[in-house]
DNA sequence: TCTGGCACTCGGAAGCGAAGAGTGCCAGGC
DNA sequence: GCCTGGCACTCTTCGCTTCCGAGTGCCAGA
């Protein structure tokens, strides 16, 4: 177990290097911070802590950077989530209430987001899966052609197109329109199936066939994965990474086009609480030298999406956590009132 | 005038540029095509060119460069468009081929654009205005909430939340949806302002008021200038762009976050045709060291968006106008099937 | 008008040395 | 037993000089 002063001077290396960008040395750790100890006894200390492996020196005659193992302690037991200010706050709603809906919401999310934490910002949009049904809703289109319309408690909207081997009558779509309303508004879209199962068996033989072909669309909406969607921003951040810059950022800006990789980024966080991810603990090789900060949101208590910033893992921890918690905070109140 | 030798020479030091990236010298461009003249002969016409502002020497002793307006004679009249090989006019259409639905259709256009060209890929979705109403929908949300969903031929869909001062009854709505769509369906958006315009006097007293209501929020739907929305993709390929890095990319990676930035760009294009702005030719400043090539598409013979590619002046401009001009219309015609 | 030759310029790479930051270790003090 | 000041040592960084070569411009001759 490591002394209370040797935590300390943990502490203090992390957001020296923070805030400077460069290894920190002894001597400079005791000018900045009254450790109340001379620089040659935080030599030892530092010693200790290189055994241990929080911190490395990335040449034999330079300071010392914190690693990732270093940075998780840090998270974990030595710093706090710095709250936002009054002001800040304030500023978070104003941005978020100008939205008209609900790309509008998570544009304006990531750019906040960006802004405030000055990196990536991801946002997910909410998912399917975990919200309610507010309506579903069949245009007849063509005889035999409908559009499908699912609307969430949300304010996201998904269509579909569907195509019926015979011909649908007007009648029977709005027959069609109505139980499905009656089984399904208000509920949650993962009860869907079930409750939809024995649906055809309400209509003529006739209807079955389009009645069957609607709802396997119906249903392959709701468990289409790759219709989990999202919005990043911040990109312009990432040339503030480093000075090795083509090779650290390349991989980064390749994750971040990948949907799939931050979607999964993303689902592998815990699903309450906030989740910070350091360096190599991100199971995508690209992103090793970055950190990954999310946290669920949601309109009722219950998380239905996840957002978060991708930065450096030298970045301002109890800062960002402080700014992504309180966004999620705001754009959960924002979907509540919608 | 130049002669017909220099130009030959100008096209050379392009070409050359363009795969190396360095300055060519006088003697590598008699080893490499085949001009049928000395070193010395070509050092004139560079001299020659140098004094037309053609091409410019980074420093005295090393090779030319082209100069924007080099590259403008270049693509003007110096190169054609190349076009794809038909191995790769499969792939682009196999490869849009596969699109669900019009999101779809945009994100593999983005990324199709990007790996052909390795550039960075600008998609702008189907404008409104210059579509055809497939269809307008009113949803019954709550007694005074309606939910207006917006169908285009382009496939596109655009909904928006409408609070009425009064509840609407269910009949009168039907009602309303009826009227709109016998008016509206299948005329071009920017008619429906006046299509619809003496609609509210055919409804009782009572009615007048939701229905302007919606009619209003439906026109300022078309109206609306941010929605014109678009896609971006290929960002990595941003890291081959120079090696004096950070103080080129960033301010691109700026404007492409500002859509506002990148849809007067596409705007200011020419409405048919390619377009090719190079270097200082763009208005915006963060994009002086790159050229845009973008083209209309469209589902019929009319362009309803652009679509293009940033890259840097220093781009392959046959084959980079080849992609766009071949991608463009491969996606006119999947929406012209759709 | 083109060509070969020649002197000149200048940027980039390589080599060298001094400076400085930071460390590890040790002996002595509290 | 822990902390401290001192000291020798290690490396990186920076500036300086030198050297090399690519590329040019110009000129005289074919």
Redesign the pocket.
Known sequence: ML?E?RLQVLRAIVQDYVGTE????????TERHNL????????????AL?DEGFIA????????IPTDKGYRLFVDKLAGVKPMSAPERRAIQNFLDGAVDLDDVVARTVRLLAQLTRQVAVVQYPSLTRSTVRHVELLSLAPARVMLVLITDTGRVEQRMVDCPVPFGEASLADLRARLNSRVAGRRFSDVPLLVEDLPEAFDLEDRGPVSTVLSTLLETLVEENEERLMIGGTANLTRFGHDFPLTIRPVLEALEEQVVLLKLLGEAGDSGMTVRIGHENAYEGLNSTSVVSVGYGSGGEAVAKLGVVGPTRMDYPGTMGAVRAVARYVGQILAES
Chains 1, 2 share one sequence.
Do not use: C, F, I, W
């Open positions: 002394s002063r460069e290894p920190v040395g002894s001597k400079a750790l109340g100890v001379s620089p040659a006894t935080v030599r030892n200390d530092m010693a290189e020196q990335p040449h034999t005659s330079a300071g010392r």
